[in-house]
C-alpha cells in the first residue's frame, strides 16, 4: 500500500484538491468518475468518523489520485469508486489505489468504473476483476411526444411535502428496492441531506396514494446543465399490477418538460429488463454505461 494513504476524514483543503481533481477528470473524460453518494460524502469528509473512507495519492504536494470507499456491511460487499488527475495517468496510481482497496476489504470488493472507459476495463482485467453489473444510463429529448399518464381507479397524485412524508417514504423506498440495497437502504439522513441540496423541488416530488395510503413515487431532478432525470421511480410490491410505475413516469417527464428542459436522462440497472423495456417504449435510448467490476464469473 505504499504512497496511498487511508483516511476516514479530509481536511477542507484536501477536500478542495480532491474536489479539483475529480472535476478536472469529468471535464478530460467526459463522464464524471463519481457517484452523487460519493460526492456528497466529499463535501462533508472533514465532519468526523464516518462508514466511507478516502484513500489518496499525494505527488509533488498535491492529491493525484483519490478513492471513495463503502466498507461492507451486512446486506452488501464493500463497494469502491477511484479516479486518477489526466495528468498523472499511466504512472501506476489507478493500480496501487485499486491494491490498496483490496488490502482493506479483501476478495468481496466491487468497484464502479463510470462510463465503461477503456482504460478502467484494462486495469479492472489485468488485476483479475470481471464486470459483474451494469447500469445503462438512458436519454430522450424532452419535447418529443408524451401520452397522458393514466392512473388506476381510486389512485390520486399529490406532491411531496418537506417535513411531513419523509417515513412514510423510505418505508415504501425500502419495499419497492428490497432487493436493491443501494437504494432500499437510504436512511432520513439521506433523504433530508437531499433536501438541502440546490436542485430538491418538491414540486417534482410525486407520490401516488391508494385508499390514504402511500403506493409509490417518482422523484425528478433538473441537473445545474438544465437536464431533467427521473431520479428515482418506486412502486410498493403491494401495488403492483395497476400500472404506476408507467403513470408516476409520464407524470414526471411532463413535469419535467413543463419546466423547459431540452433532454431527460435516467439509470437504469441492465439486469431490470421490465424497466428497460418500459422506458424504451418511452423514448429512451442507451447513452451511456457505468460498469461494476468484481471476483465474479470469468474473473482471473
Not at 42 to 58: Q, S, V, Y
Request: avoid cysteine.
Amino acid at each position: 500500500m505504499s504512497g496511498v494513504a487511508v483516511r476516514r476524514t479530509l481536511a477542507e483543503p484536501e477536500i478542495a484538491e480532491v474536489t479539483a481533481l475529480v472535476a478536472a477528470a469529468e471535464e478530460h473524460d467526459g463522464v464524471g468518475p463519481l457517484s452523487e453518494h460519493a460526492r456528497l460524502w466529499l463535501r462533508r469528509a472533514h465532519e468526523g468518523p464516518g462508514g466511507p473512507r478516502a484513500l489518496t495519492i499525494i505527488a509533488d504536494g498535491a492529491v493525484v489520485a483519490y478513492a471513495h470507499l463503502d466498507p461492507a456491511t451486512g446486506e452488501e460487499s464493500a463497494s469502491a469508486e477511484l479516479v486518477v488527475h489526466p495528468a498523472h495517468r499511466r504512472r501506476g496510481h489507478g493500480r496501487a489505489l485499486l491494491r490498496a482497496l483490496r488490502e482493506e476489504t479483501g476478495d468481496g470488493l466491487r468497484v464502479w468504473a463510470h462510463g465503461d472507459l477503456p482504460a478502467a476495463a484494462g486495469l479492472a482485467g489485468s488485476e483479475g476483476l470481471a464486470r459483474v453489473r451494469a447500469l445503462f444510463q438512458m436519454r430522450r429529448p424532452a419535447a418529443d411526444p408524451l401520452p397522458e399518464p393514466r392512473l388506476a381507479e381510486g389512485v390520486l397524485l399529490r406532491a411531496f411535502e418537506t417535513g411531513r412524508d419523509e417515513k412514510d417514504w423510505l418505508r415504501v423506498n425500502a419495499r419497492a428496492f428490497a432487493d436493491h440495497p443501494e437504494q432500499g437502504a437510504w436512511t432520513l439522513d439521506d433523504v433530508l441531506q437531499r433536501e438541502r441540496e440546490p436542485w430538491f423541488d418538491p414540486a417534482g416530488f410525486f407520490l401516488a396514494e391508494r385508499d390514504g395510503a402511500l403506493a409509490g413515487f417518482h422523484w425528478t431532478k433538473i441537473h445545474s446543465d438544465g437536464v431533467g432525470e427521473v431520479y428515482v421511480v418506486g412502486v410498493d410490491p403491494a401495488a403492483q399490477g395497476l400500472g404506476l410505475g408507467r403513470a408516476l413516469t409520464l407524470a414526471g417527464l411532463r413535469y419535467l418538460r413543463e419546466r423547459g428542459v431540452p433532454e431527460i436522462m435516467l439509470y437504469v440497472d441492465e439486469s431490470n429488463t421490465a424497466a428497460v423495456r418500459l422506458y424504451e417504449s418511452l423514448g429512451f435510448t442507451r447513452h451511456a454505461v457505468d460498469v461494476m467490476y468484481g471476483a465474479g464469473p470469468g474473473a482471473a
